[in-house]
């Protein structure tokens, strides 16, 4: 099973519309929950960072945690065209005493106007 | 400041030769990472250093080796390019400062072919 699996889509919607893109992750021990944002030919920039379950709002976007089924969402609100990226849910552990990342294989996602 | 700045942005290879991938941040991060990214298939950790002098291998490290003489630098080299390195490269840097101790800033990454 791997660490963490989220859909790859793509994913197309029209402008205006509620987007929601999940992950799930197999390691309950898993602490921090990360969204990361990746603009065509550009590096990852994180978005939104959530520790605990529940939700976490930042203007249109909301990042959702739920660790008893080991589920994390994000959902963005009035999409806009420049929302058009692919989007990477991003998970840390800790191991010999250094953190690393494990990421999603991403989901693209296009608004249209 | 810059943040982390990757060079060069592209470059083609022939099948055997060797090559350098600069990354320098002006952060005074202690944390880098090495990525590659395959279409698709997500970002995976080549190497990281916690420090000047202190690297470890990540998930896919055969055919790259990384060197930290300084904080700021943190090159990769790859010796006897094969297609199977056909990526693009990211490097990062991370904040243990503060918070939220696991926000890595990412480079604009290189794109290597080998042929």
């Known amino acids: 099973q791997k660490e963490v699996e989220q859909d790859p889509g793509p994913l197309s919607v029209p402008e205006g519309a509620i987007v929601s893109l999940n992950c799930t992750y197999s390691?309950?021990?898993?602490?921090?929950f990360m969204w990361y944002r990746q603009y065509s030919r550009k590096g990852p920039e994180l978005l939104m960072y959530?520790?605990?379950?529940g939700n976490k709002e930042d203007g249109r976007f909301t990042a959702q945690v739920d660790k008893s089924s080991k589920y994390i969402s994000l959902f963005i609100r009035d999409s806009q065209p420049s929302d058009s990226a692919t989007y990477l849910c991003?998970?840390?552990?800790?191991?010999?005493?250094?953190?690393?990342?494990?990421f999603g294989k991403g989901t693209k996602l296009t608004v249209n106007p | 400041n810059a943040g982390v700045t990757q060079t060069p942005k592209f470059r083609i290879l022939k099948i055997g030769q060797s090559m350098t991938l600069q990354c320098t941040q002006d952060?005074?991060?202690?944390?880098m990472y090495w990525y590659r990214q395959d279409p698709g298939m997500g970002l995976k950790l080549i190497y990281y250093s916690v420090g000047a002098g202190i690297t470890d291998k990540g998930e896919v490290p055969n055919g790259y080796n990384v060197s930290r003489s300084t904080t700021e630098d943190f090159p990769l080299r790859l010796e006897l390019a094969a297609p199977s390195q056909t990526s693009v490269y990211f490097c990062a840097s991370r904040d243990t400062s503060g918070g939220r101790a696991d926000t890595q800033y990412f480079g604009p990454g290189t794109r290597l072919t080998v042929l």
């Open positions: 952060m005074n991060h202690n944390y």
């Open positions: 390691n309950s021990a898993f602490q921090y």
């Open positions: 959530t520790y605990s379950s």
């Open positions: 991003a998970i840390s552990r800790a191991q010999g005493g250094s953190e690393k990342l494990v």
